[in-house]
C-alpha cells in the first residue's frame, strides 16, 4: 500500500529535499509552499502522514494545527519541523496534537526513523486544553514515547532535559553543569553527543 505525505514548508529547496528523501523510500510525496495550499490540499483528501514547518508567512504552522484539531481533521500523524526550534515550542505543538518534533537542519535518519514511528503510532491522542495546561513534569511526559527502546528514550530525555536548561540559563555553560551536577567538560559532550549547540561561546 502505498503511503502518501504531505511536505508542507515555504522553503523551497527544504520541500526538494524532503520530497527526493522520502520519494527514495517508497513514499508518495504531494507538495505545499503555505498554510493555504495545505489546506486546501487537506479538504480534498487525507495524506497518511503530514511534515508540518512552524515558521511561515501569514499562517504559521501551529496555528494550522490548531485548525485541524478544531475541525476535526487531525486524522493522520503531524510532524513538526522548524530551524528555529526551543523546547517549549516542541511541546507546544505535541500538547496542540502533534506527534513528533525534528529540529533544521534534519538529519537523513533522523528523518526516515521519525517519520516511519509517526506512520506506526498514529494519531496521537490530544488532551482537553484543561488537562494539557501541561506544568514542566507533564510536559515532559507528553515529549516523551514509553515504548521507545531505553537507549532512545534516555536520549530523547536527556534532549528535552539539556534544550530546557539551556533556554532557561540562557546558554550559561558553569550553572548548566552545576544543576545537572555534571562536570563542564562532560557536559560539551554529551550536548554535542546530542546536537545541541550552545546558545553562547565562554571565554
Known amino acids: 500500500m502505498t503511503i502518501d505525505i504531505l511536505v508542507v514548508d515555504d522553503e523551497v529547496g527544504i520541500r526538494e ?13 504531494h507538495l505545499a509552499e503555505n498554510a493555504a495550499q495545505a489546506r486546501s490540499f487537506r479538504e480534498g483528501s487525507t495524506p497518511d ?24 481533521r487531525l486524522t493522520m500523524p503531524v510532524i513538526m519541523m ?16 502533534a ?19 509517526a506512520i506506526k503510532q498514529g494519531v496521537p491522542t490530544v488532551l482537553p486544553t484543561k488537562l494539557a495546561e501541561n506544568n514542566d513534569e507533564a510536559s515532559s511526559k507528553l515529549a516523551l514515547s514509553l515504548d521507545l527502546p531505553l537507549r532512545e528514550a534516555r536520549e530523547q ?7 530546557h536548561q539551556m533556554q532557561k540559563e540562557g546558554g550559561n555553560i558553569l550553572r548548566i553543569a552545576e544543576n545537572a551536577g555534571i562536570e563542564r567538560t562532560h557536559l560539551y559532550r554529551k550536548l554535542k553527543q546530542l546536537g545541541i549547540k550552545p546558545l553562547k561561546k565562554e571565554f
Open 17 to 29: 529535499l524532503l520530497s527526493e528523501i522520502l520519494f527514495d523510500e517508497g513514499y508518495r510525496i
Open 49 to 72: 502522514l503530514v511534515l508540518l514547518d512552524i515558521w511561515m508567512p501569514e499562517t504559521d504552522g501551529l496555528t494550522l494545527l490548531k485548525e485541524w484539531v478544531e475541525q476535526s
Open 82 to 97: 522548524s530551524g528555529h526550534g526551543t523546547i517549549e515550542t516542541a511541546l507546544e505543538a505535541m500538547r496542540i496534537g
Open 99 to 117: 506527534s513528533d518534533f525534528l529540529e533544521k537542519p534534519i538529519a537523513l535518519q533522523k528523518l526516515l526513523t521519525t517519520v516511519a514511528k
Open 157 to 163: 530525555f536527556d534532549s528535552l532535559y539539556f534544550n
